[in-house]
């Protein structure tokens, strides 16, 4: 069964940075390409990053050259470095591959 | 990018009634490779992460009643909800998987006439 966990969610100050993991089981992670989406308060769903199986990156237009998208294939972990945040990156952030999804990880910004 | 756009935004049926929502991919979801539709579809309730109802645009996750059930191909996609029922209160979603840009639809907000 596929399993993904998100965590590093927190509040932060406009500007601030975080780091989210998401760790994934139940699959090969290493064959599959893997994604970040976002839901802002009582917003639809964002596409914000993905990554292929070979690396290959894809950004939004968004959070290009804020947000990096990267993976540890031993240690089965997706992660998302997101810098000079903004209040509008608010929302809660799912990990996931094809229409698997996890619970997600709430970012707040907010002074 | 892959846009996905739902009709309604929002939907009022009385119970026991059919539901239908209506999902159009920019372009095909269709796989030459596999013969099949790179679309699911989700139902989320407030403070609460989408629920995987639909993949591959017609199979049913494993415990989802059967009232639900999913149709289409190509670019145009439906989301049917035989007869509702007060528990089916809810925002539904669809979504893209043919490519790794994960596109979502607006969402469709569902509610009791």
């Known amino acids: 069964e596929v399993h993904l966990l998100e965590s590093g969610g927190a509040l932060v100050q406009p500007g601030g940075s975080l780091r989210l993991s998401c760790a994934a089981s139940g699959f090969t992670f290493s064959s599959h390409s893997m994604g970040w989406v976002r839901q802002a308060p009582a917003k639809g769903l964002e596409w914000v990053s993905s990554?292929?199986?070979?690396?290959?990156?894809y950004y939004a237009d968004s959070v290009k050259g804020r947000f990096t998208i990267s993976r540890d294939n031993p240690k089965n972990t997706l992660y998302l470095q997101i810098n000079s945040l903004r209040a509008e990156d608010t929302a809660v952030y799912y990990c996931?591959?094809?229409?698997?999804w996890g619970q997600g990880t709430l970012v707040t910004v907010s002074s | 990018d892959i846009v996905m756009t739902q009709s309604p935004d929002s939907l009022a049926v009385s119970l026991g009634e059919r539901a239908t929502i209506n999902c159009k991919s920019s372009q095909s979801l269709l796989s030459s490779s596999n013969n099949k539709n790179f679309l699911a579809w989700y139902q989320q309730k407030p403070g609460q992460p989408p629920k995987l109802l639909i993949s591959?645009?017609?199979s049913r996750e494993s415990g989802v009643p059967d009232r639900f059930s999913g149709s289409g191909s190509g670019t145009d996609f439906t989301l049917t909800i035989s007869s509702l029922q007060a528990e089916d209160v809810a925002v539904y979603y669809c979504?893209?998987?043919?490519?790794?840009?994960?596109?979502f639809g607006q969402g469709t907000k569902l509610e009791i006439k």
């Open positions: 996931g591959m094809s229409f698997y």
């Open positions: 591959w645009a017609s």
């Open positions: 990554i292929t199986d070979t690396f290959t990156t």
């Open positions: 979504q893209q998987y043919y490519n790794i840009l994960y596109t």
